[in-house]
Protein backbone atom coordinates (compact mmCIF):
# COMPACT_ATOMS: atom_id res chain seq x y z
CA UNK A 1 0.00 0.00 0.00
CA UNK A 2 3.15 2.20 0.40
CA UNK A 3 4.25 1.53 -2.84
CA UNK A 4 0.78 2.82 -4.25
CA UNK A 5 0.66 5.93 -2.20
CA UNK A 6 3.92 6.71 -2.88
CA UNK A 7 3.15 6.60 -7.04
CA UNK A 8 -0.19 8.29 -6.17
CA UNK A 9 1.84 11.45 -5.11
CA UNK A 10 3.98 11.26 -7.59
CA UNK A 11 3.26 14.14 -10.17
CA UNK A 12 3.84 11.87 -13.57
CA UNK A 13 1.06 9.70 -12.15
CA UNK A 14 -1.45 12.12 -11.38
CA UNK A 15 -0.90 13.96 -15.18
CA UNK A 16 -1.36 10.44 -16.28
CA UNK A 17 -4.66 9.97 -14.24
CA UNK A 18 -6.30 12.98 -15.38
CA UNK A 19 -5.19 12.27 -18.89
CA UNK A 20 -6.92 8.60 -18.58
CA UNK A 21 -9.90 10.56 -17.72
CA UNK A 22 -9.95 13.40 -19.83
CA UNK A 23 -10.08 11.03 -22.85
CA UNK A 24 -12.69 8.80 -21.54
CA UNK A 25 -14.99 11.28 -20.76
CA UNK A 26 -14.40 13.07 -24.46
CA UNK A 27 -14.45 9.30 -25.66
CA UNK A 28 -18.15 9.59 -23.94
CA UNK A 29 -19.26 12.57 -26.15
CA UNK A 30 -18.41 11.74 -28.97
CA UNK A 31 -20.25 8.07 -28.77
CA UNK A 32 -23.39 9.86 -27.28
CA UNK A 33 -24.34 11.32 -30.72
CA UNK A 34 -24.53 14.91 -29.43
CA UNK A 35 -22.26 17.88 -29.90
CA UNK A 36 -18.75 17.56 -28.63
CA UNK A 37 -17.78 19.46 -25.26
CA UNK A 38 -14.49 21.04 -25.51
CA UNK A 39 -12.01 23.25 -23.49
CA UNK A 40 -11.40 26.01 -24.96
CA UNK A 41 -7.53 27.11 -25.16
CA UNK A 42 -8.80 30.69 -24.20
CA UNK A 43 -10.14 29.63 -21.28
CA UNK A 44 -6.64 27.44 -19.81
CA UNK A 45 -4.92 30.48 -20.80
CA UNK A 46 -7.02 32.78 -18.43
CA UNK A 47 -6.91 30.09 -15.77
CA UNK A 48 -3.18 30.13 -15.95
CA UNK A 49 -2.81 33.84 -15.83
CA UNK A 50 -5.41 34.01 -12.62
CA UNK A 51 -3.10 31.08 -11.19
CA UNK A 52 0.50 33.38 -11.95
CA UNK A 53 -1.08 36.70 -10.96
CA UNK A 54 -1.56 35.07 -7.51
CA UNK A 55 0.94 32.62 -7.05
CA UNK A 56 3.80 34.33 -8.59
CA UNK A 57 4.87 31.57 -11.22
CA UNK A 58 2.97 29.72 -13.78
CA UNK A 59 1.18 26.47 -13.05
CA UNK A 60 3.39 23.22 -14.01
CA UNK A 61 1.51 20.58 -16.21
CA UNK A 62 0.14 18.89 -13.44
CA UNK A 63 -1.86 21.70 -12.39
CA UNK A 64 -3.21 22.87 -15.95
CA UNK A 65 -4.20 18.61 -16.09
CA UNK A 66 -6.31 19.64 -13.16
CA UNK A 67 -7.56 23.24 -14.88
CA UNK A 68 -8.60 21.29 -17.61
CA UNK A 69 -10.68 18.46 -15.80
CA UNK A 70 -12.53 21.44 -13.83
CA UNK A 71 -13.36 23.31 -17.31
CA UNK A 72 -14.47 20.36 -18.83
CA UNK A 73 -16.77 18.99 -15.26
CA UNK A 74 -18.00 22.86 -15.38
CA UNK A 75 -18.84 22.75 -18.94
CA UNK A 76 -20.64 19.09 -18.73
CA UNK A 77 -22.46 20.53 -15.56
CA UNK A 78 -23.57 23.74 -17.80
CA UNK A 79 -24.58 21.71 -20.52
CA UNK A 80 -26.73 19.10 -18.19
CA UNK A 81 -28.38 21.99 -16.42
CA UNK A 82 -29.43 23.69 -20.08
CA UNK A 83 -30.92 20.43 -21.47
CA UNK A 84 -32.98 19.59 -17.82
CA UNK A 85 -34.26 23.26 -18.42
CA UNK A 86 -32.67 24.76 -14.92
CA UNK A 87 -32.36 28.11 -16.34
CA UNK A 88 -36.09 28.42 -16.82
CA UNK A 89 -36.70 26.60 -13.45
CA UNK A 90 -34.38 28.71 -11.52
CA UNK A 91 -35.51 32.51 -11.15
CA UNK A 92 -32.08 33.57 -10.30
CA UNK A 93 -30.47 31.65 -12.90
CA UNK A 94 -33.65 33.52 -15.69
CA UNK A 95 -33.25 36.93 -14.04
CA UNK A 96 -29.34 37.09 -14.31
CA UNK A 97 -29.91 35.55 -18.40
CA UNK A 98 -32.26 38.45 -18.86
CA UNK A 99 -30.29 40.97 -17.71
CA UNK A 100 -27.26 39.72 -19.80
CA UNK A 101 -30.08 39.66 -22.61
CA UNK A 102 -30.89 43.27 -21.80
CA UNK A 103 -26.40 44.24 -21.88
CA UNK A 104 -26.02 42.74 -25.07
CA UNK A 105 -28.78 44.87 -27.31
CA UNK A 106 -28.13 48.26 -24.70
CA UNK A 107 -24.36 47.78 -24.10
CA UNK A 108 -23.01 48.58 -27.60
CA UNK A 109 -24.78 52.19 -27.57
CA UNK A 110 -22.75 55.19 -28.60
CA UNK A 111 -22.55 57.71 -26.04
CA UNK A 112 -24.52 61.33 -27.37
CA UNK A 113 -22.74 63.88 -28.15
CA UNK A 114 -22.39 67.38 -26.13
CA UNK A 115 -25.35 68.83 -28.63
CA UNK A 116 -27.11 65.82 -28.28
CA UNK A 117 -28.04 65.93 -24.67
CA UNK A 118 -28.67 69.84 -25.04
CA UNK A 119 -31.36 68.99 -27.54
CA UNK A 120 -32.88 66.51 -25.15
CA UNK A 121 -32.67 69.40 -22.12
CA UNK A 122 -34.42 71.76 -24.30
CA UNK A 123 -37.27 69.09 -25.45
CA UNK A 124 -38.08 68.24 -21.94
CA UNK A 125 -37.73 71.54 -19.85
CA UNK A 126 -40.56 70.09 -17.82
CA UNK A 127 -38.73 67.54 -16.24
CA UNK A 128 -35.83 69.71 -15.08
CA UNK A 129 -37.35 72.33 -12.51
CA UNK A 130 -37.03 71.96 -8.70
CA UNK A 131 -40.20 70.88 -6.65
CA UNK A 132 -41.75 73.04 -4.01
CA UNK A 133 -40.22 73.63 -1.29
CA UNK A 134 -40.95 74.94 2.37
CA UNK A 135 -38.79 76.09 5.56
CA UNK A 136 -40.46 75.41 8.75
CA UNK A 137 -40.10 74.15 12.44
CA UNK A 138 -42.36 72.11 14.31
CA UNK A 139 -43.41 70.64 17.82
CA UNK A 140 -44.30 67.54 18.50
CA UNK A 141 -45.86 64.82 20.31
CA UNK A 142 -46.25 61.33 20.29
CA UNK A 143 -49.69 61.44 21.11
CA UNK A 144 -52.57 63.69 21.33
CA UNK A 145 -52.65 62.75 25.38
CA UNK A 146 -49.32 64.18 25.35
CA UNK A 147 -50.47 67.04 24.25
CA UNK A 148 -50.85 70.09 26.65
CA UNK A 149 -55.02 71.86 26.14
CA UNK A 150 -52.97 75.31 25.92
CA UNK A 151 -50.28 74.36 23.51
CA UNK A 152 -51.84 76.46 20.48
CA UNK A 153 -52.01 79.17 23.31
CA UNK A 154 -48.91 78.89 24.54
CA UNK A 155 -46.89 78.94 20.96
CA UNK A 156 -48.83 82.09 19.33
CA UNK A 157 -47.94 84.09 22.63
CA UNK A 158 -44.28 82.86 21.90
CA UNK A 159 -43.64 80.78 25.16
CA UNK A 160 -41.48 77.78 24.69
CA UNK A 161 -43.41 74.41 24.55
CA UNK A 162 -41.38 71.24 25.11
CA UNK A 163 -42.53 68.46 22.67
CA UNK A 164 -41.38 64.58 22.16
CA UNK A 165 -38.04 63.98 20.15
CA UNK A 166 -38.79 63.57 15.97
CA UNK A 167 -36.00 61.59 14.87
CA UNK A 168 -35.24 64.21 11.73
CA UNK A 169 -35.23 67.04 14.25
CA UNK A 170 -37.34 70.31 14.42
CA UNK A 171 -36.16 72.95 12.10
CA UNK A 172 -36.12 72.52 8.15
CA UNK A 173 -34.60 75.35 5.48
CA UNK A 174 -35.67 74.79 2.17
CA UNK A 175 -36.70 71.20 2.41
CA UNK A 176 -38.32 70.06 -1.16
CA UNK A 177 -42.14 68.27 -1.16
CA UNK A 178 -40.59 64.96 -1.91
CA UNK A 179 -38.49 64.68 1.36
CA UNK A 180 -41.09 66.67 3.77
CA UNK A 181 -43.62 63.37 2.55
CA UNK A 182 -41.01 60.66 3.44
CA UNK A 183 -40.23 62.49 7.11
CA UNK A 184 -43.95 62.29 7.97
CA UNK A 185 -46.03 61.49 5.30
CA UNK A 186 -48.55 62.98 2.56
CA UNK A 187 -50.84 63.94 4.81
CA UNK A 188 -48.38 66.48 6.93
CA UNK A 189 -47.46 67.91 3.21
CA UNK A 190 -50.86 68.74 2.18
CA UNK A 191 -51.37 70.32 5.67
CA UNK A 192 -47.69 72.20 5.61
CA UNK A 193 -48.43 73.05 2.36
CA UNK A 194 -51.77 74.84 3.37
CA UNK A 195 -51.33 76.68 6.17
CA UNK A 196 -50.39 80.28 6.52
CA UNK A 197 -46.67 81.47 6.69
CA UNK A 198 -45.52 82.89 10.08
CA UNK A 199 -48.12 81.43 12.20
CA UNK A 200 -48.52 78.73 13.97
CA UNK A 201 -50.54 76.18 12.39
CA UNK A 202 -52.02 72.94 14.29
CA UNK A 203 -52.72 70.18 15.30
CA UNK A 204 -52.15 68.31 12.42
CA UNK A 205 -51.68 64.63 12.33
CA UNK A 206 -48.95 62.34 10.89
CA UNK A 207 -48.32 58.92 11.13
CA UNK A 208 -45.93 59.42 13.80
CA UNK A 209 -47.96 61.71 16.09
CA UNK A 210 -48.90 65.34 16.64
CA UNK A 211 -47.46 68.31 14.58
CA UNK A 212 -47.77 72.04 15.52
CA UNK A 213 -46.17 73.62 12.55
CA UNK A 214 -44.67 77.30 11.90
CA UNK A 215 -44.08 77.77 8.17
CA UNK A 216 -41.82 80.81 7.61
CA UNK A 217 -41.27 80.86 4.38
CA UNK A 218 -41.90 78.64 0.89
CA UNK A 219 -40.05 78.22 -2.35
CA UNK A 220 -42.02 77.61 -5.41
CA UNK A 221 -40.52 75.57 -8.35
CA UNK A 222 -38.06 77.18 -10.82
CA UNK A 223 -36.58 76.36 -14.23
CA UNK A 224 -33.40 74.38 -13.42
CA UNK A 225 -30.35 75.81 -15.68
CA UNK A 226 -28.76 72.76 -17.93
CA UNK A 227 -25.24 73.19 -16.16
CA UNK A 228 -27.67 72.02 -12.88
CA UNK A 229 -28.71 69.48 -14.37
CA UNK A 230 -26.23 68.19 -17.46
CA UNK A 231 -25.15 65.23 -15.88
CA UNK A 232 -28.67 64.14 -15.36
CA UNK A 233 -29.91 64.54 -18.54
CA UNK A 234 -26.83 62.43 -20.50
CA UNK A 235 -28.04 60.13 -18.09
CA UNK A 236 -31.69 60.39 -18.80
CA UNK A 237 -31.00 60.21 -23.05
CA UNK A 238 -29.08 57.13 -22.12
CA UNK A 239 -31.58 55.85 -20.91
CA UNK A 240 -34.21 56.23 -22.91
CA UNK A 241 -32.32 55.69 -25.86
CA UNK A 242 -31.52 52.31 -24.26
CA UNK A 243 -35.08 51.70 -23.71
CA UNK A 244 -35.81 52.76 -27.39
CA UNK A 245 -33.34 49.75 -28.46
CA UNK A 246 -35.05 46.87 -25.80
CA UNK A 247 -38.17 47.82 -27.05
CA UNK A 248 -36.75 47.53 -31.38
CA UNK A 249 -35.24 44.51 -29.88
CA UNK A 250 -38.77 43.05 -28.64
CA UNK A 251 -40.54 43.87 -31.45
CA UNK A 252 -38.24 41.56 -33.46
CA UNK A 253 -38.53 38.78 -30.80
CA UNK A 254 -42.57 39.20 -31.07
CA UNK A 255 -42.23 38.08 -34.63
CA UNK A 256 -39.63 35.63 -34.01
CA UNK A 257 -41.39 33.38 -31.16
CA UNK A 258 -45.36 32.80 -30.85
CA UNK A 259 -46.73 35.09 -27.95
CA UNK A 260 -50.20 34.53 -26.91
Given at each position: ?D ?5 A????VQ ?5 A???L ?7 S?T ?5 S????D??AA?FEE ?5 P????M?M??A?LL ?10 D ?5 S??IV???L??L ?9 P ?6 V???Y???L?R???E?S ?22 R ?9 F???H ?5 E?SAI ?6 G ?6 AA??AT??G ?8 H??F??E??P ?5 F ?6 V?QD???A ?7 QRL???KSRY???
Amino acid sequence: MDIFRHLAMRPMVQFLVLGAALFLLNQLIASSGTEAVRVSQAALDRRAADFEEMWGSPPDSTRMAMFEAELLRDSLLFRAAVDDGLHLSDGIVRQRLIELQKRRIVGSLPEPTDEEVLDHYAANLGRYTTEWSYSFRHVFFLSEARVPEDAMARLREGLVLEGDPFWAGHSFEAYEASAIRGLAGAGFLEALDAAPSATWTGPVRSARGIHYVFKSEEFPPRQLAFAEVSDAVRQDLLYARAEQALNQRLDALKSRYNVD
